[in-house]
């Protein structure tokens, strides 16, 4: 049975990857990972898992197909390359790194090494903004979200929350943008709020962040002459075309990581290292994910927004 590690237990593997992970088990012989070992066994109980290791060391030796790696953004880039070195595909979670650099690097060791390396980018394969990219051509696209009334310094928010809306709305452009216009508002080196313009020859996509909204709310957009159609929050596809609306949910059993990408995107993975697919997550489009962000927060710094 194909045998894949799990490095990094913290909340986002516990609520968007395990229980995924859990239904896959009959696929898949899981190996969590952490040094903490009550954490282990408490979800080892709760989701019937088998197979764990202390350390990354531990695991590698175990010879995995691959690993997902969900550990804080700092460590990405040095378990990214040990888990390449080692003959491994890598999924690890947004961002690759906040060093473009750092980040081209990795994904020219991936080649190098005949290997997959996939950021974990679940918007674009939440169902409805899959439908909503399929509205081709995108003449204007949005992507925003907004949050309530939220205080995180600059650079954390564009590494954190920007790149999936950046990435989003250059899935939906479906276009390599050849001009961009940046623009940061902060408060005492928190972001207020963050855009970017990206425009080819034939269309403009823009990707709006809002840290002070008065809610949390996100939404895609994708405008032609057939219509303008609207996803929001991931649940909800809104249709005007012709003078008339029309709306699209989700049956209410539908479950919420089907919902949001999560779940189609780690089988997409799964198929890819079975030689099945692709990358699901093209390293070119990833990279120019991390490059826009980079290029923002070299705005932010510029004009010296990120003083507190």
């Known amino acids: 049975m194909l045998k894949i590690g799990v490095l990094g237990l913290g909340n986002i593997a516990q609520k968007a990857y395990l229980p995924v992970m859990a239904q896959l088990q009959d696929q898949v012989d899981w190996v969590l990972c952490t040094r903490n070992v009550a954490k282990l066994k408490h979800l080892q109980q709760q989701f019937g898992f088998q197979h764990t290791a202390a350390d990354l060391d531990a695991l590698l030796a175990l010879k995995p197909a691959a690993i997902?790696?969900?550990?804080?953004?700092?460590?990405?880039?040095?378990?990214?390359?040990?888990?390449?070195?080692?003959?491994?595909?890598?999924?690890?979670?947004?961002?690759?790194?906040?060093?473009?650099?750092?980040?081209?690097?990795?994904?020219?060791?991936?080649?190098?090494?005949?290997?997959?390396?996939?950021?974990?980018?679940?918007?674009?394969?939440?169902?409805?903004?899959?439908?909503?990219?399929?509205?081709?051509?995108?003449?204007?696209?949005?992507?925003?979200?907004?949050?309530?009334?939220?205080?995180?310094?600059?650079?954390?928010?564009?590494?954190?929350?920007?790149?999936h809306v950046i990435d989003t709305a250059l899935f939906l452009l479906g276009q390599t943008p050849t001009h961009y216009h940046?623009?940061?508002?902060?408060?005492?080196?928190?972001?207020?709020?963050?855009?970017?313009?990206?425009?080819?020859?034939?269309?403009?996509?823009?990707?709006?962040?809002?840290?002070?909204?008065g809610a949390n709310s996100e939404t895609g957009e994708l405008q032609n002459p057939q219509g303008i159609a609207q996803v929001t929050?991931?649940?909800?596809?809104?249709?005007?075309?012709?003078?008339?609306?029309?709306?699209?949910?989700?049956?209410?059993?539908?479950?919420?990581?089907?919902?949001?990408?999560?779940?189609?995107?780690?089988?997409?993975?799964?198929?890819?290292?079975?030689?099945?697919?692709?990358?699901?997550?093209?390293?070119?489009?990833s990279i120019l994910t991390h490059q826009v962000c980079q290029n923002l927060l070299a705005y932010a710094q510029k004009n010296e927004l990120t003083k507190a």
């Open 68 to 163: 997902f790696i969900h550990t804080p953004t700092p460590t990405h880039a040095a378990y990214i390359e040990k888990c390449l070195r080692a003959g491994v595909h890598v999924y690890v979670d947004k961002p690759v790194s906040d060093n473009v650099a750092e980040v081209k690097r990795l994904y020219q060791l991936a080649a190098q090494q005949g290997l997959l390396l996939t950021a974990g980018f679940n918007r674009r394969f939440a169902p409805l903004n899959a439908k909503l990219q399929q509205r081709q051509p995108a003449e204007t696209v949005i992507a925003q979200k907004d949050r309530v009334a939220t205080l995180q310094p600059v650079p954390f928010v564009i590494f954190d929350l920007m790149p």
């Open 182 to 213: 940046y623009r940061v508002l902060a408060q005492q080196g928190n972001l207020q709020q963050a855009s970017v313009v990206m425009e080819t020859p034939t269309a403009t996509a823009y990707a709006l962040l809002n840290m002070q909204a």
């Open 233 to 285: 929050d991931l649940a909800t596809y809104t249709l005007q075309a012709n003078g008339v609306t029309t709306q699209e949910q989700f049956p209410d059993w539908t479950p919420n990581l089907e919902r949001r990408g999560f779940a189609p995107l780690i089988r997409h993975f799964i198929a890819a290292i079975q030689g099945e697919q692709a990358n699901p997550v093209s390293p070119a489009s």
